[in-house]
């Protein structure tokens, strides 16, 4: 049953909405947040490294391992929107033969 939790915004200010939330939080929802902005990151600032491996590494280097993140259970959704964010800062295609390489 999805939630009936709402938010307004108005003007940059958020207000809640008039009925309550009827789930738990989930648990490490705050750590999949930064971890996906993180290597939305590092996905930045190494183009040529494949996105699954920057998320098994910060995984690997930052997560503690005796305390696994029920919100990080597939890691594939963070690599795939490390992926897409970086093919939208790539350039444009050439369209026709008259273009300059770098």
């Not at 930052?62 to 993140?69: A, F, Q, R, S, T």
């Not at 990080?72 to 350039?91: G, S």
Request: with cysteine; proline share 11%.
């Amino acid at each position: 049953m999805p939630c009936p939790a709402t938010v307004r915004e108005l003007a940059s200010e958020f207000s809640q909405g008039l009925r309550e939330h009827i789930q738990p939080p989930q648990p490490g929802s705050d750590i999949a947040a930064s971890t996906a902005c993180i290597v939305k990151e590092k996905a930045r600032e190494k183009p040529f490294q494949t996105a699954g491996s920057i998320v098994q590494d910060l995984i690997r280097d930052y997560l503690p391992v005796d305390e696994p993140c029920p919100a990080l259970k597939v890691t594939d959704y963070i690599a795939r929107n490390a992926n897409n964010h970086r093919q939208k800062r790539r350039p444009k295609d050439p369209v026709d033969l008259d273009f300059v390489l770098k």
